[in-house]
T-cell receptor, first 115, second 113 residues
Framework: DSGVTQTPKHLITATGQRVTLRCSPR?????VYWYQQSLDQGLQFLIQ???????AKGNILERFSAQQFPDLHSELNLSSLELGDSALYFC??????????????FGSGTRLTVV | GESVGLHLPTLSVQEGDNSIINCAYS??????FIWYKQESGKGPQFIID?????DKRQGQRVTVLLNKTVKHLSLQIAATQPGDSAVYFC????????????FGKGTRLHILP
């Protein structure tokens, strides 16, 4: 157990629907990162939050949004889902800057299947 | 630009032999590099990191080598075991301070019996 908790583990939904993925960071970590991993693809950075505020944004679609709450858990909202959104979505956390704390700690991911 | 690539998508190694996984990066401003291991159905797991002021760092059975001249990173795994079967990603920070880590596409390591 890495200490980063992601729920749900699996999610199957229809096109056009909206889903929310949840992440609880490791105790003491202030930063949360979201990554998307498609089949046989690397990890694509989506967005980072630090202590409730957005810190960095990657190639995140406008249909996707995220937030980090006062208790530091984060949610990734995916709307108007398309078949191509089917992927593994990972959350990771770190104390602050990854090059100080030795990189991120990843959760086990949420597998999203859009049908 | 943001480009972290791997030389080989799949690597097959005999059990007990040493494995070498290579990675090329394009951003000369990158000053922090990490290797991650991802087993099937799991999230990436930190293996070892190295900062740009070093050219070699050793861990338990793993060694990372950094050649800044040719912008090349490698991960050496000694005495490869069946449990080493996984996809290995190199990652860099791109020299930025916004804490974003850029991942390469990964190399799948197969261990032959």
């Amino acid at each position: 157990d890495s200490g980063v908790t992601q729920t749900p583990k699996h999610l199957i939904t229809a096109t056009g629907q909206r889903v929310t993925l949840r992440c609880s960071p490791r105790s003491g970590d202030l930063s949360v990162y979201w990554y998307q991993q498609s089949l046989d693809q690397g990890l694509q950075f989506l967005i980072q939050y630090y202590n409730g505020e957005e810190r960095a944004k990657g190639n995140i679609l406008e249909r996707f949004s995220a937030q980090q709450f006062p208790d530091l858990h984060s949610e990734l909202n995916l709307s108007s889902l398309e078949l191509g959104d089917s992927a593994l979505y990972f959350c990771a956390s770190s104390v602050y800057t990854s090059w100080v704390s030795g990189g991120y700690t990843f959760g086990s991911g949420t597998r999203l299947t859009v049908v | 630009g943001e480009s972290v690539g791997l030389h080989l998508p799949t690597l097959s190694v005999q059990e007990g032999d040493n494995s070498i996984i290579n990675c090329a990066y394009s951003n000369s401003a990158s000053d922090y590099f990490i290797w991650y291991k991802q087993e099937s159905g799991k999230g990436p797991q930190f293996i070892i990191d190295i900062r740009s002021n070093m050219d070699k760092r050793q861990g338990q059975r793993v060694t990372v080598l950094l050649n800044k001249t040719v912008k090349h990173l490698s991960l050496q795994i000694a005495a490869t075991q069946p449990g080493d079967s996984a996809v290995y990603f190199c990652a860099e920070n791109g020299g930025n301070r916004d804490d974003k880590i850029i991942f390469g596409k990964g190399t799948r390591l197969h261990i032959l019996p």
